[in-house]
């Protein structure tokens, strides 16, 4: 069965300092993948989205980026990090079929 | 613009009283639906989908929603509420246009169910 393991769980972080969020998906192949970030509790933004390795889509613009150096590896980094990063980051995979996108159980960033 | 629109920040119910959580959608094509729950400090739980068929699709812990394409609203619903239910609840669409598997999320409902 698949997987999806994110970490770390918890993240206290000064600004200006670097980040370096990781997640891995076990039993699929070439899956999409995706990094959200949820806000106070509420709606998810999409951040970055991937459809195989090195090819990454930015939704927004910011002070992140995201890499995937093997299939099913994807990270999430900063050089500094900024207050406004603070928050609860998710990933996600999918597969075309049957195109529903699992979750990841999350990191709680928070930039103090 | 695509947009998913859940109109109630919360619903309050009682244990065994049924439940409606509502969502709206505006989106190109044929869409795929999705209803997610969170509980506090996880990840999203997938609850179920529509994508084609029977308008009224069943899921996970007794939850069900029906699709309505005139109305172009799907509501997740439960006969009977129990107080484990109370979370935040999210409805999601895959334009149908996309080939990504990006989806578009409401901006999450609140559930909260009283013994």
């Known amino acids: 069965s698949q997987t999806i393991h994110q970490w770390p769980a918890t993240l206290v972080q000064p600004v200006g300092s670097p980040l370096s969020l990781e997640c891995t998906v076990e039993?699929?192949?070439?899956?999409?993948l995706y990094w959200y970030r949820q806000a106070a509790g509420r709606g998810l933004q999409l951040l970055f989205y991937s459809v195989g390795i090195g090819q990454i889509s930015s939704e927004v613009p910011q002070n992140l980026s995201a890499s995937r150096p093997q299939d099913r590896q994807f990270i999430l980094s900063s050089k500094k990090l900024l207050l406004s990063d603070s928050g609860f980051y998710l990933c996600?995979?999918?597969?075309?079929?049957?195109?529903?996108?699992?979750f990841g159980a999350g990191t709680r960033l928070s930039v103090l | 613009a695509q947009s998913v629109a859940q109109p109630e920040d919360q619903v309050n119910v009682a244990e065994g009283n049924p439940l409606t959580v509502k969502c709206t959608y505006s989106v190109s094509g044929n869409p795929y639906l999705f209803w997610y729950v969170q509980y506090p400090n996880r990840g999203l739980q997938f609850l179920l989908k529509y994508i084609t068929g029977d308008n009224l699709v069943k899921g996970s812990y007794g939850f069900e929603a029906e699709f309505n394409k005139s109305q172009t609203s799907f509501h997740l619903k439960k006969p009977s509420a129990l107080v484990s239910d109370s979370a935040l609840y999210f409805c999601a669409v895959r334009p149908g246009s996309s080939n990504t598997g990006k989806l578009i999320f409401g901006q999450g409902t609140t559930l909260q169910v009283k013994p």
């Open positions: 039993g699929t192949s070439n899956p999409n």
């Open positions: 996600a995979w999918s597969v075309p079929s049957p195109n529903i996108q699992y």
